[in-house]
């Protein structure tokens, strides 16, 4: 297998773990599969941890640019409810 089919992959979804282990598989995609851009996705309580991640890899590495935010809902319905969920996909890039 190539590096190129690994890196098609490049999205990290943000969910209940430490936000360490979500620098640790970005770090991981820029560095060991030379991935250019990493598309990191989050929805709810957890978008506030995406951004720490962000954050965090910002100060690891000064290389780290944002390529676009989006922010969005999506209609969730349960037990006969419907609600409305926020979500955010921020893409970031490392300059070599």
């Known amino acids: ?47 506030s941890k995406a951004v720490l991640v962000v954050e965090s890899l910002r100060e690891l590495i000064k290389d780290i640019h944002y390529i676009s935010i989006v922010l969005g809902s999506t209609n969730l319905e349960s037990g006969g409810f419907r609600r409305r969920l926020s979500t955010v996909k921020i893409v970031i890039s490392k300059v070599s």
């Open 1 to 47: 297998m190539s590096v190129r089919s690994y890196c098609a992959d490049n999205v990290v979804y943000i969910g209940r773990k430490f936000f360490m282990r979500y620098v640790i598989a970005i770090l991981f995609k820029f560095n060991l599969l030379n991935c250019g851009e990493v598309v990191i996705r989050a929805r709810g309580n957890n978008i």
